[in-house]
């Protein structure tokens, strides 16, 4: 089997004040072994919730899954229990979280948290395992390794403390890591520099990667597949390559349009093109397609039923009305 994860039908929701919040409602996704997979949307489009619910992190209350299956090397993760699962993460499954300042502890040197990892999962002593730390640190690439697992979170940069939640995410040579934003809030040659870590890291361990993001530009770079997501549902998927040259999604081509292009010397003294609208509140969906009221090409269709994902051609997956 090829595919180290596969999810099917997955719906994520939460009891809130305002009604139930659909985050996730029907998300289909798959990911080959040495494969990264991109996720790119706009903000409260569910890309977090996935990966929560992969870890089965979600809050309970208000959250739960409801319904579907995450099947990793075969076996459904929604079927096990808080023990085996809780055993799961870190080794087999590890997350690079959002934000490292908040998901460090700030009153616990960077050095022992890695090395608590390792400790658990692998058996190690203390001394062993902060060896297996500093070699993390040093095959991240990060600056003066040796210093740094003495430090506090609070005592390093962005950059560092991305790389101490990368280190930590490999620490273990899980086989699927999940990446969400890992370059948010970096500037651009950071960003470039934790993009080649994850790749090297990934073709020198074998991991697979799932790479959460709003960019297109960067899983341009990072990824060979993709899947854009929309208001809790997957609204394209396709190769990078075939995704760029043909998008097919009207939310794809826009995220597409709203992308700075330095060969076009026109459009540099131009305001950059925008999706109209906001994403909509996931407990008040408008009927039929959710793209509808910022879409272009709404037809009467769109505005009663909700399109199925279908595959177009090989390979290539929209959930839209223009192509059914």
Known sequence: MDRILEIKNLRTYFETRSGTVKALDGVDLSVKKGETLGIVGESGCGKTVLALSIMRLIPVPPGRIIAGSIFFDGIDLLRLDDEEIRMRRGKDISMIFQEPMNSLNPVLKVGDQVSE???L?????????????????????????????????????????QRVMIAMALSCNPRLMLADEPTTALDVTIQAQIIDIINRLKNDVGTSVIFITHDLGIIAGAAQSVAIMYAGKVVEYSSVE??????LHPYTTGLM???????????????LKVIPGVVPNLYELPPGCSFQERCSHTMEICKKEVPEL??????????CWKYS
Not at 242 to 247: C, Q
Not at 264 to 269: G, N, P, Q, T, W
């Open 310 to 319: 279908k595959e177009t051609k090989s390979g290539h997956f929209v959930r």
């Open 242 to 247: 075939e995704l760029f040259s043909d998008p």
């Open 117 to 119: 990892v390792i400790r």
């Open 257 to 271: 349009e709203s992308i700075p292009r330095l060969d076009d010397i026109s459009a540099r003294v131009k305001y």
């Open 121 to 161: 999962h692998q058996g190690l002593s203390k001394k062993d395992a902060m060896d297996r730390a500093l070699e993390m640190f040093r095959l991240v690439g990060m600056p003066s390794p040796e210093e740094r697992l003495d430090n506090y979170s609070y005592q390093m940069s962005g950059g560092m403390r």
